[in-house]
């Protein structure tokens, strides 16, 4: 049986020391150093590669990390019974670079959240069930537990529904799609702009499918990169730069 939120809330979070790689190096992380004197989201899954892990849990905290940070939390973890190199691979594979991935491969941190649950009739041995939670200078003030059912459920420890509670009238960014040529200066120019500003966006970097051609379908435009937003074409990196520095004043 999962225990209900209430059961840990006011909790102090599990002393556990993970096994990471964060620097392709491998360093002892502990959990005072994640979560002592700072405000952090942690969510937790099932497991890297994933189908809704992948579409769906961590690009949504990964989207909104910049709304997180405005709203005082500063770090957002996601985590998982995988090790440090299936962590690293996935993180870096869904270009998740707002997110802070931590390998519970041993599932100490789990277990001690009394989470670790027996999914050997996926293949999977023991994992975490999916939850999130809000940890303030290492203890739990809420956590969302999603629901003790059949299958993988996902209704509760999503990214929206975290940011709702910590603060209801938060704004949520539109999305940013950028259509990108590798080795384009202008691409680069316009992504390091919204670096600098530090909005996530998707890059869909050119390729056999995404050519000229489907370029100028989309945006009517030939020149690489064309950037949207909400939906909404802003254009190539001029209208980039025209469009946030009207947004700045």
């Avoid at 700072?38 to 892990?53: D, E, K, M, N, Q």
């Avoid at 277990?111 to 994992?127: A, I, P, T, Y």
């Avoid at 200078?137 to 940011?163: H, N, R, Y």
Wanted: hydrophobic share 40%.
């Amino acid at each position: 049986m999962l225990p209900s939120a209430a059961s840990l809330e006011g909790k102090a979070v599990p002393q556990v020391t993970f096994k990471a790689r964060p620097d392709d190096c491998w360093r002892d992380i502990t959990s005072d150093a994640l979560f002592k004197g700072r405000t952090v989201v942690l969510f937790s899954l099932p497991g890297a590669y994933t189908p809704t892990c992948s579409s769906t849990h961590l690009p949504g905290y990964n989207e909104l990390a910049p709304v997180f940070r405005q709203n005082q939390v500063d770090d957002i973890i996601c985590m998982s019974v995988n090790d440090a190199f299936v962590m690293n691979e996935w993180k870096a594979g869904q270009e998740a670079d707002n997110i802070t991935v931590i390998p519970d491969g041993n599932g100490e941190f789990t277990r001690g959240m009394g989470l670790l649950v027996d999914k050997s009739d996926l293949g999977f041995g023991m994992r975490s069930w999916r939850y999130s939670m809000l940890v303030k200078d290492g203890i739990i003030a809420k956590v969302f537990i999603e629901p003790d059912q059949e299958g993988d459920p996902f209704e509760v420890s999503d990214a929206d529904t975290m940011l709702a509670y910590i603060n209801p009238q938060a704004k949520k960014p539109e999305p940013v799609v950028m259509f990108s040529k590798p080795g384009c200066p202008h691409c680069a120019r316009a992504k390091a702009l919204l670096n600098d500003r530090g909005i996530a966006f998707t890059d869909i970097s050119q390729d056999k499918k995404i050519n000229t051609s489907v370029l100028l379908a989309l945006s009517g435009q030939m020149t690489w990169p064309q950037v949207f937003q909400g939906g909404r074409l802003i254009g190539n990196a001029d209208a980039l730069e025209a469009h946030f520095g009207n947004a700045a004043a």
